[in-house]
């Protein structure tokens, strides 16, 4: 499996961006479409996670009610801030999303650069 994030760019404080994950290779029956992001200088953070077997869909509590995962391969994220700027990738796992952060995800794509100015 080979997974590619796209639809990143620069928009101003308040703006949206709708960002998608391209699966190639893909021949699991039910899988978890995670999104992380890394801003400059920090760690890894997980934004979301969204089982193609239900729908079933976490978030994170720093983007909760502003980003929403759609159809498995897209975030749409609005109302942007400043501390959304970051790479996003979106990653793969066999199963269902695990609320608990127990997911395991398999395949990781590129990343995406999300900018948001003030």
């Known amino acids: 499996v080979q997974l590619q994030a796209s639809g990143g760019g620069s928009v101003q404080v308040g703006g949206s961006l709708r960002l998608s994950c391209a699966a190639s290779?893909?021949?699991?029956?039910?899988?978890?479409i995670g999104w992380f992001r890394q801003a400059p200088g920090k760690g890894r953070e997980w934004v979301s996670c969204?089982?193609?077997f239900d729908g079933t869909t976490y978030y994170a509590p720093s983007v909760k009610g502003r980003f929403n995962a759609e159809n498995t391969m897209y975030l749409q994220m609005d109302n942007l801030r400043p501390d959304d700027t970051a790479v996003y990738f979106c990653?793969?796992?066999?199963?269902?999303?695990?609320?608990?952060?127990?997911?395991?995800?398999?395949?990781w794509g590129r990343g995406t650069l999300v900018t948001v100015s003030s």
């Open positions: 990653a793969l796992g066999e199963g269902i999303c695990l609320g608990n952060g127990g997911t395991v995800y398999d395949y």
């Open positions: 969204m089982s193609s």
């Open positions: 290779g893909l021949t699991f029956d039910a899988y978890a």
